[in-house]
């Protein structure tokens, strides 16, 4: 986004106010995904429809968009002290499920990893960026955010997912996770020409900017087909797993947040909005793409996806009257 257009988004929000930017960024989403239900309800497509996209969605756009966006964030955003809030509020999310479903409830590794990826993954692309310029002003902000989970919380997560549904454990595998995983690869890559400021002339950047705006649409449209046929919070489908991640990602995980960046770091103002508001969006739609990739947690996925987007709008609404300076 360039300089004169988030000029523009923060005159917007300040016209418009933090609550309607909410409902607006929510309301975009929504079409979307109600789009992709529909398509799948009218049969518009092949049953194979759906693997195929997640396969396109998992290998090629988001590794692209994820590159895109990192290489030309600001270092100086990458790394302020917006990333230990998020870090912090995030762990403790991941922490405190896989407790309870691990040793409590005796879940199996992939089902842990994907609930407690449900429970405090955010969705920092799709709805984050929408939110970032709708309601904060400055779709930037949210770049720690999304620094932190494609390049520390995604890998870990999927290195986890890759061993343990393949039931081969070895070094070799999991040192090889990051240069067999295009999502890794480009997140990488992006951070390292932040980093270094590289500067890639338009030609080279262009065709990752073009195939990686196909990646939100896609990405949600899957999520809309994937709501055709299938009842939330089924009998059997793991309810508890889904309500427990819902609770720690829409109330725990922006209370963990206001807690340290208010009275750990010391934040305030705009800086404590922000990272309240970050840690109250909805679960990733990147926690359903990883969950069907190794086939396992996909329900649970799904479900924490649609609830939490939908709770996650008065949570919003909430913080934004409370705390928006």
């Known amino acids: 986004m360039t300089t004169s257009r988030v000029r523009e988004t923060r005159q917007n929000v300040r016209e418009t106010g933090p609550v309607l930017g909410v ?3 929510f309301a975009i989403i929504g079409a979307v995904v109600a789009t992709g239900y529909l398509v ?6 092949p049953d194979t429809a759906q693997p195929v996209l997640g396969r396109l969605a998992f290998f090629v756009l988001s590794p692209a968009l994820l590159f895109t966006v990192l290489a030309e964030a600001d ?6 002290a917006l990333l230990p809030v998020s870090i912090a509020a995030a762990v403790a999310c991941f922490v405190l499920y896989a407790v309870v479903a691990r040793v409590l409830w005796r879940r199996a590794v992939p089902e842990t ?3 407690a990826l449900a429970s405090g993954y955010t969705n920092a692309n799709n709805i984050g960026l929408p939110v970032a310029a709708y309601v904060l002003g400055d779709p930037a902000l949210v770049a ?10 995604g890998p870990l997560a999927l290195t986890v997912l890759d061993v343990s549904t393949s039931g081969r454990v070895s070094l070799g595998r999991i040192l090889s996770q990051p240069v067999r995983n295009p999502i890794i690869i480009g997140s990488v890559l992006g951070v390292i020409v932040s980093v270094t400021g590289l500067e890639l002339p338009d030609p080279v950047l262009e065709p990752f900017r073009l195939i990686g705006a196909a990646a939100v ?5 899957l999520f809309g087909m994937s709501l055709h046929g299938r009842r939330v919070l089924a009998a059997g489908t793991g309810r508890r797993d889904v309500l427990l991640a819902l609770v720690l990602k829409v109330a725990v995980m922006p209370v963990v947040a206001w807690v340290v960046g208010a009275l750990v770091i010391g934040l305030e103002g705009a800086a404590l909005f922000t ?9 990733a739609q990147n926690v359903f793409v990883y969950a069907s990739r190794f086939e396992r947690g996909t329900t649970i996925a799904r479900d924490a996806v649609l609830l939490s987007s939908a709770l996650s709008v008065p949570a919003l609404i909430v913080i934004a009257a409370f705390l928006a300076p």
């Open 23 to 25: 409902l607006t960024g």
């Open 40 to 45: 799948a309800r009218i049969r518009l497509l």
């Open 75 to 80: 270092t100086s955003e990458l790394f302020s």
């Open 113 to 115: 990893t994907v609930g």
């Open 144 to 153: 720690p955010v999304i620094l932190f989970q494609l390049v520390v919380a």
């Open 217 to 221: 649409p896609v990405v949600l449209l």
């Open 275 to 283: 990272v309240v508001t970050l840690a109250a969006l909805p679960t």
